[in-house]
């Protein structure tokens, strides 16, 4: 089955700068990443997601990359705000298949 | 709100208990996942139901059990509860295999076993 490795596990920015959060998939059918962002107490939610046919998307502050030959997509936030601390987690699927995720990434933006 | 509901949202029992936690799909979801988070664990896959029928396992123990109703709504049974059982339980919905777009995610049942 499919294996989602994700780095770091936590990770500590000043608020402003950027934070970058990698993931490696292993199985080439995997099509779709999402990433979620789960808040303390609260359920996972979907903050961004990128398909196979695409290797960028940006959604204000933050960007998917996707290298589909390196099997590696990564999570990048810029100018980051104290309310973007959470556990952000990757995740890999295929049509009809469940979510595969990540451990996930504690994030924490130093004010 | 989501629109995936789950209840109840905290569950204290004691060990060998059986408990049932509940979770209503977003409207027009046709499939359910079970994911139960352990402290300071990611998400591990239980379970997933597509338009009442088991459609994938994950690592779901003997003990656990789950269905969805012709309405959709889902249940995740978990007997002879022991202390490990202890976990944020979520459900996740979504409208056909989960490719099409991200899930939904319920709030989560915070089961506490004493």
């Known amino acids: 089955g499919e294996n989602v490795e994700q780095h770091p596990s936590t990770l500590s920015v000043q608020e402003g700068d950027s934070a970058v959060i990698k993931c490696t998939y292993s199985?080439?059918?995997?099509?779709?990443f999402p990433w979620y962002k789960q808040e303390l107490g609260k359920g996972p939610q979907l903050i961004i997601d990128i398909r196979s046919n695409v290797g960028e998307k940006k959604d204000q502050r933050i960007a998917v990359t996707l290298n589909k030959t390196a099997k590696h997509f990564s999570l990048h936030i810029t100018e980051t705000q104290p309310e973007d601390s959470a556990v952000y987690f990757c995740a890999a699927s295929w049509p009809g298949n469940q979510f595969y995720f990540g451990t996930g990434t504690s994030l924490t933006v130093i004010p | 709100d989501s629109g995936v509901t789950q209840t109840p949202k905290h569950l204290i029992t004691a060990t060998g208990q059986r408990v049932t936690l509940r979770c209503s799909p977003r409207?027009?979801?046709?499939?359910v996942y079970w994911y139960q988070q352990s402290l300071d664990q990611g998400l591990q896959f239980l379970i997933q139901y597509y338009n009442g029928e088991e459609r994938a396992k994950g690592n779901i123990l003997e003990r656990f059990s789950a269905q969805q109703f012709p309405d959709l709504h889902s249940e995740l049974n978990l007997s002879s509860l022991e202390l490990g059982d202890s976990a944020l339980y979520f459900c996740a919905s979504s409208v056909e295999g989960g490719s099409a777009r991200g899930y939904t995610f319920g709030s989560g049942t915070r089961l506490t076993v004493v």
């Open positions: 199985d080439s059918a995997s099509n779709y």
């Open positions: 409207s027009g979801d046709l499939s």
